[in-house]
């Protein structure tokens, strides 16, 4: 940022020196002389540190670099994942870990409660609601929120209002008779293993290849396919060894 440069006040009749120039509070002291910042061109080619999209670390791509999801954003945002809640576990305690709130709403409170007791080292910043139970989460920019639905194949529709700043993610175990329309309304979703007649009616709903649409049933317990109106993405998540201890390994089914 660049500060703009103030004149100096003028000096009154009759005095011997210029008036120093106020100082504005909040600016600290001023730092190194510009010189010691500046580098050469030949200089530039040792600095090596990775530069893309800011937001949550789910894995790693086909070609063994970070795949990351940007999951909060000035509206709201519509996430489904088709899979395993051991994967949509491992995305809520990252999420925790940027600074994000997590809220649960789930039929099956057991299973999240470990998570959660782990994720905020005595903070709550992870919580667990019954089915229904869940109310508004006041999101903002200096506090996002990760609402996860975790409620069977026939998800109700959520009483929550869409915000700013709060993300939905959907879980599915498999595609129930709603499915078109849980899929329709987001703009992200997950695709884990599934049989190969979910395979086909998630090809026709996503306008998937069919490459895409055979790979589906054959995939790997960390392996999920990404997939947005316009781009595809595969992506291995493996646990951190923290992870393990809570979670322990990837599961497609729970």
Not at 120 to 139: D, F, K
Request: glycine share 12%; proline share 9%; hydrophobic share 40%.
């Amino acid at each position: 940022m660049a500060y703009q440069n103030h004149p100096a006040q003028a000096t009154q009749p009759g005095a011997d020196q210029p008036r120093p120039p106020r100082i504005r509070p909040g600016f600290g002291l001023r730092g190194p002389s510009r010189e010691k910042h500046v580098l050469t061109t030949e200089d530039l080619g040792a600095l090596s540190f990775p530069v893309g999209d800011d937001g949550v670390l789910i894995g790693v791509d086909p070609q063994q670099q970070p795949a990351v999801i940007g999951l909060f954003r000035p509206s709201s945002y519509e996430v489904v994942l088709v899979g395993g809640m051991w994967t949509a576990q491992v995305i809520a305690l990252r999420a925790a870990a940027t600074g994000a709130r997590v809220a649960v709403e789930t039929g099956r409170p057991q299973a999240w409660a470990p998570m959660a007791q782990a994720a905020g080292g005595g903070q709550p910043c992870v919580t667990v609601h019954q089915v229904g139970r869940l109310g508004a989460q006041g999101a903002s920019v200096t506090s996002p929120v990760l609402v996860v639905r975790d409620l069977g194949a026939r998800p109700s529709r959520s009483r929550l209002s869409a915000t700013p700043w709060q993300t939905t993610l959907t879980l599915l175990p498999y595609l129930g008779p709603n499915a078109a329309r849980v899929l329709n309304a987001a703009d992200l979703v997950g695709l884990q293993r599934i049989s190969p007649q979910e395979s086909d009616l998630v090809g026709r709903l996503l306008s998937l290849g069919e490459a895409e649409v055979a790979a589906l049933p054959t995939l790997g317990d960390n392996i999920t396919l990404w997939a947005t109106r316009m781009r595809r993405q595969y992506v291995m998540t493996n646990p951190g060894e923290a992870e393990a201890q809570v979670l322990g390994g990837p599961r497609r089914m729970d």
